[in-house]
T-cell receptor
Framework: GAGVSQTPSNKVTEKGKYVELRCDPISGHTALYWYRQSLGQGPEFLIYFQGTGAADDSGLPNDRFFAVRPEGSVSTLKIQRTERGDSAVYLC????????????????FGPGTRLTVL | GQNIDQPTEMTATEGAIVQINCTYQTSGFNGLFWYQQHAGEAPTFLSYNVLDGLEEKGRFSSFLSRSKGYSYLLLKELQMKDSASYLCAVRDLSGGSYIPTFGRGTSLIVHP
């Protein structure tokens, strides 16, 4: 596919459960980003990967949130012991270089996963 | 933080022109982005400004003044499909991060 894809599109879970959200970036993009977006707000940065490593995880709200990108392509965002406040749309984006080469390095977003914690 | 400020909501008439403003505060400015986001969909890239001036792309133009910490997105010949949220995002390298920070977005409603 040409764009960023995310699965599942919707996830409903119960408080305290564990969830995994998957992101398939655009082929060849070295940078991958996770954002969280609540209604009426802009995307809030969570974590950024450059290749396989997490270059910036300063946006993760607490240690219940973790993300991996083991082969430098697909990434999984993992949330343990989910809370109602985790309900949001989780957006993934990828870009060619992560801004390291200068220029715009446009981020291309996936359709998001809508997470609802009951 | 970048203290990005945009109006929450704007309304305009089909066929008209609308200007959506964005102000920001940074110490290491390295580019400003505008994205369009329709309800329930992903943000899509509209424009990028890193130097002062106007960038024109069809019906959409984006302006930047770095000294004033100010940008605007200009939409001409508005169409109903332009009803969406418009997000301003700023890249600030002062903290060593390349990650753009997004504003809350401006919800634009175009009516007949």
């Amino acid at each position: 596919g040409a764009g960023v894809s995310q699965t599942p599109s919707n996830k409903v879970t119960e408080k305290g459960k564990y969830v995994e959200l998957r992101c398939d970036p655009i082929s060849g993009h070295t940078a991958l980003y996770w954002y969280r977006q609540s209604l009426g707000q802009g995307p809030e940065f969570l974590i950024y990967f450059q290749g396989t490593g997490a270059a910036d995880d300063s946006g993760l709200p607490n240690d219940r949130f973790f993300a991996v990108r083991p082969e430098g392509s697909v990434s999984t965002l993992k949330i343990q012991r989910t809370e109602r406040g985790d309900s949001a749309v989780y957006l993934c984006a990828s870009s060619l270089t992560g801004g390291l080469a200068g220029g715009s390095d446009t981020q291309y977003f996936g359709p998001g996963t809508r997470l609802t914690v009951l | 933080g970048q203290n990005i400020d945009q109006p929450t909501e704007m309304t305009a008439t089909e066929g008209a022109i609308v200007q959506i403003n964005c102000t920001y505060q940074t110490s290491g400015f390295n580019g400003l982005f505008w994205y369009q986001q329709h309800a329930g969909e992903a943000p899509t890239f509209l424009s990028y400004n890193v130097l002062d001036g106007l960038e024109e792309k069809g019906r959409f133009s984006s302006f930047l003044s770095r000294s004033k910490g100010y940008s605007y997105l200009l939409l001409k010949e508005l169409q109903m499909k332009d009803s969406a949220s418009y997000l301003c995002a700023v890249r600030d390298l002062s903290g060593g991060s390349y990650i753009p920070t997004f504003g809350r977005g401006t919800s634009l409603i175009v009516h007949p």
